[in-house]
């Protein structure tokens, strides 16, 4: 098994940076990718980013790329999603994922962490 923790979600003003991270524990081993979803209120889940530990295989959603960035601290077992020129519509609670490949579709990952919220007020 693998768990996950997120953490550094708050509330921010639109523009603003905020980071996000994943402490990954357990069978580490058995990951080869991590991802960050979200969802807002009334809404479906989406993708948002996702990369193997090398950081060699990232893949972003079409909304955030230019303006997030993930990355991989394998020393650490830690992702992290460094959210800047955040807007309004950012507005939602984030999940890491772990799973095998940086797919873009949740129903590929095996592990999920609790999630943790993100408000951006304009």
């Known amino acids: 098994q693998v768990q996950l923790v997120e953490s550094g979600g708050g509330l921010v003003q639109a523009g603003d940076s905020l980071r996000l991270s994943c402490a990954a524990t357990?069978?580490?081993?058995?990951?080869?990718?991590v991802a960050w979803f979200r969802q807002a209120p009334g809404k479906e889940r989406e993708f948002v980013a996702a990369?193997?530990?090398?950081?060699?295989?990232?893949n972003y959603a079409g909304s955030v790329k230019g303006r997030f960035t993930i990355s991989a601290d394998n020393a650490k077992n830690t992702v992290y999603l460094q959210m800047n020129s955040l807007k309004s519509e950012d507005t939602a609670v984030y999940y890491c994922?772990?799973?095998?490949?940086?797919?873009?579709?949740?129903?590929?990952?095996?592990?999920w962490g609790q999630g943790t919220q993100v408000t951006v007020s304009s």
């Open positions: 357990g069978r580490v081993l058995n990951i080869r990718a």
């Open positions: 990369t193997t530990w090398n950081d060699f295989g990232t």
């Open positions: 994922a772990a799973g095998f490949s940086p797919s873009g579709r949740g129903n590929t990952y095996d592990y």
